[in-house]
């Protein structure tokens, strides 16, 4: 079993940034492919950013290539979605998803593929 703990969202103005942490209870993210996702009102959830972490390959939604970046805190058991240049348009609620992988390099895009949730964090952005 997993916990994923979520924080770091917020109110911030267009183009500012945020830095959202994915905290893995008690165990290293080493041997797990770990997902991005938000979600706002009346719609499904979504891919924004993914990594498997086995071999460090990540992956990220046009929407949010070049602007967002995932890395790892040496504890190796944080995460982190660090948000750049945001604009309105990218207020939901953020989660972050996790995997157990023993053979895969593989980035899942899918919200099936992933075992372990967060509660989920607001980001705001005000125009």
């Known amino acids: 079993q997993v916990q994923l703990v979520e924080s770091g969202g917020g109110l911030v103005q267009a183009g500012g940034s945020l830095r959202l942490s ?9 041997n797990y492919a ?8 009346g719609k499904e959830r979504e891919f924004v950013a993914g990594v498997n972490w086995r071999r460090g390959v ?6 949010w290539k070049g602007r967002f970046t995932i890395s790892r805190a040496n504890t190796l058991n944080t995460e982190y979605l660090q948000m750049n240049s ?3 348009e990218d207020t939901a609620v953020y ?11 593989t980035v899942y895009r899918q919200t099936r593929e992933y075992d372990y949730w967060g509660q989920g964090t607001q980001v705001t952005v005000s125009s």
């Open 22 to 30: 994915c905290a893995a209870s008690g165990r290293t993210l080493s």
């Open 34 to 41: 770990m997902g991005w996702f938000r979600q706002t009102p």
């Open 58 to 63: 990540t992956d990220y939604a046009d929407s």
């Open 86 to 88: 945001l604009k309105p």
């Open 95 to 105: 989660y972050c998803a996790a995997k157990y992988v023993t053979d895969s390099d």
